[in-house]
């Protein structure tokens, strides 16, 4: 991603410009042209009231974490280590990634995908169906001094769209 201040080419995702600080967050969204985009832009997150976070560390096992997700009728879990979300775990990774007959042996860490896009709270609704679209999944934590405070997926930003045009 290309600094529109100092024009240094950024990793693409970093939400900071590595050589000037500025915020690259929104810098890749198109404004918005219509009433429905510009609603878009202006809808934080936390209006989702997205559900809770599932959490584990790297060193869970995957069987317990199959378990975890099953129990609480969950679609992901988010990884944590030290205070800090290191990967999330969903269920696509499980059906594409884990390993045939038995899930013993195997932790979290090895399947889980590691350093996971993350958003604000404030961030927008219009962020996250870009960063979505853009990184091809489906789920995405909302991050607070590091820790995982909600997940949203594809799903609820639909409803919660769905909801208010009803």
């Known amino acids: 991603m290309i600094c529109p201040v100092c024009g240094h080419e950024n990793l693409q995702g970093v939400d900071e410009c590595e050589n000037c600080g500025s915020d690259l967050r929104t810098s890749d969204i198109?404004?918005?042209?219509?009433?429905?985009?510009?609603?878009?832009?202006?809808?934080?997150l936390s209006a989702l009231n997205a559900a809770r976070p599932l959490t584990v560390t790297p060193d869970t096992g995957l069987a317990?974490?199959?378990?975890?997700?099953?129990?609480?009728?969950?679609?992901?879990?988010?990884?944590?280590?030290?205070?800090?979300?290191?990967?999330?775990?969903?269920?696509?990774?499980?059906?594409?990634r884990a390993p045939q007959p038995a899930l013993d042996g195997t932790r979290v860490g090895e399947l889980m995908t590691s350093d996971p896009v993350v958003l604000r709270p404030d961030d927008s609704i219009a962020v996250a169906i870009h960063k979505m679209a853009v990184g091809g999944f489906r789920h995405v934590p909302l991050v607070e001094d590091g820790r995982a405070t909600a997940v949203v997926s594809a799903g609820d930003v639909f409803r919660y769209i769905l909801d208010v045009i009803d």
């Open 30 to 44: 198109p404004a918005p042209s219509n009433f429905f985009e510009r609603w878009l832009v202006n809808q934080p």
């Open 64 to 96: 317990d974490a199959v378990s975890l997700l099953q129990a609480e009728d969950g679609t992901c879990l988010v990884v944590e280590q030290d205070g800090q979300v290191r990967g999330i775990l969903t269920e696509r990774d499980l059906l594409l």
